[in-house]
């Protein structure tokens, strides 16, 4: 249940910053259910990031709204962001390397069993009480 909350609280966070977003905006979303949730949410209009950020730079704000867009496909690439006059002084071509391939985090989402899930709490549990008889 916290969790929930929590990434409501986040998506409503993003929501009021960048606007509620339209139908558009919402088709890489592969789950009718997510998209039903996201339409059922508040309206909010875009904020405009200058006001919002006032002690930002105008390249700073550039790239930012360049970045932060609901649809990742409408997003500036990384090799985009990289070249971009904001990151300028940062970029250097010759110490970026491209990946020729998406990296593969499988590794860090085992799939577990319920009864596996039982013995890692069980574990954790003897760790801050390792007399299970108090």
């Known amino acids: 249940m916290l969790w929930h909350q929590y990434d409501i609280s986040i998506t409503l966070l993003v929501i009021k910053l960048l606007g509620s977003p339209d139908d558009s905006s919402l088709g ?3 789950s009718d259910n997510a998209r039903r949730y996201v339409r059922q949410l508040p309206q909010y209009p875009k904020q405009h990031f200058s006001a919002r ?12 709204e ?18 971009h006059p ?13 990946c020729a391939r998406p990296f593969n985090f499988d590794f ?3 799939s577990f069993t319920e009864v596996n899930i039982k013995e890692l709490i069980w574990r954790e549990s003897v760790k801050f009480n ?5």
């Open 28 to 30: 890489f979303l592969r």
């Open 86 to 98: 904001y990151l300028k002084s940062l970029h250097d071509i010759n110490d970026e390397p491209i």
């Open 53 to 64: 950020f006032s002690q930002m730079s105008q390249g700073a704000i550039d790239l930012l």
């Open 130 to 134: 390792p007399d299970p008889t108090h």
């Open 108 to 110: 860090e989402q085992p």
């Open 66 to 83: 360049k970045m932060l867009v609901f649809d990742p496909s409408k997003r500036i690439t990384v090799e985009e962001a990289l070249c």
